[in-house]
């Protein structure tokens, strides 16, 4: 499954171009802009098993850094603080992971 199974490249697109400056990434904008957050729960699942590199059911601090590229290959790496933020934003059982439920409800909230 791709991501833009789910979503436009426009909206992608969008969303991507509104986080382009450091430090800029708000991971509840991007939600709206791309149109995630009107999405089903499970097209959002299905976008988690996309970002969810190594396939652990869980999305780590490491692969969370890259969210960005897993909607465009040429967009950049998140900050320290951004990813930083984006994880506490979601992991509400503090573990240092996002589980597929956890991130559904981020994007939903």
Do not use: P, W
């Not at 986080?19 to 699942?45: M, P, V, W, Y």
């Not at 396939?55 to 967009?75: C, V």
């Not at 603080?81 to 981020?106: R, S």
Request: charged content about 30%.
């Amino acid at each position: 499954m791709e991501i833009t199974d789910v979503l436009s490249v426009a909206d992608i697109s969008s969303a991507l171009k509104e986080c382009q400056a450091h430090d800029s990434f708000n991971c509840k904008k991007f939600f709206s802009t791309c149109g995630l957050s009107k999405k089903s729960a499970e097209e959002i699942r299905n976008v988690f098993r996309a970002i969810d590199d190594d396939n652990s059911g869980f999305i780590e601090e490491d692969e969370l850094k890259y969210f960005l590229q897993r909607f465009s290959a040429g967009a950049r790496v998140l900050s320290d603080n951004e990813t930083k933020i984006f994880m506490a934003g979601g992991d509400k059982d503090n573990d240092g992971k996002l589980g597929a439920e956890e991130f559904v409800d981020l994007v939903l909230s």
